[in-house]
């Protein structure tokens, strides 16, 4: 799990986006626990890692966050600034092109 701690490091804010890009409006605990599911839990991504991510994303102009109730309960949903979509796009294109990249020189060496 280390190992992938150091390889989220660089990559969550992307991963954010583009879970928010695919599935519209989501709250902290709900893309942790997407993220677990579509990744088989090999990354388990924790509230205290993503909440200070979400905040930074959304003073950066690129969330907006909503907060409404659900079950009785308050909970801020996070979903995408249409108007810096564009940024968003180029953001999500730039890692899939570099993890590409990377897969071909994995390819290479193995």
């Known amino acids: 799990m280390d190992s992938n701690k150091k390889f989220l490091n660089g990559t969550l804010n992307t991963i954010l986006l583009a879970l928010l890009k695919e599935n519209g409006k989501m709250y902290g605990y709900e893309i ?10 090999t990354i388990l991504l924790t509230e205290g890692a993503i909440y200070p991510a979400l905040h930074r994303l959304e003073k950066d102009g690129l ?3 909503s907060k409404e109730k659900a079950n009785g309960r308050t909970r801020k949903y996070y979903s995408l600034n249409s108007s810096a979509s564009h940024k968003i796009d180029s953001q999500i294109a730039l890692l899939s092109q570099f993890t590409g990249h990377l897969q071909s020189l994995l390819n290479l060496t193995a």
């Not at 942790?32 to 839990?41: F, M, P």
């Open 63 to 65: 969330l907006l966050s």
């Open 32 to 41: 942790c626990q997407l993220t677990k599911a579509k990744t088989d839990n």
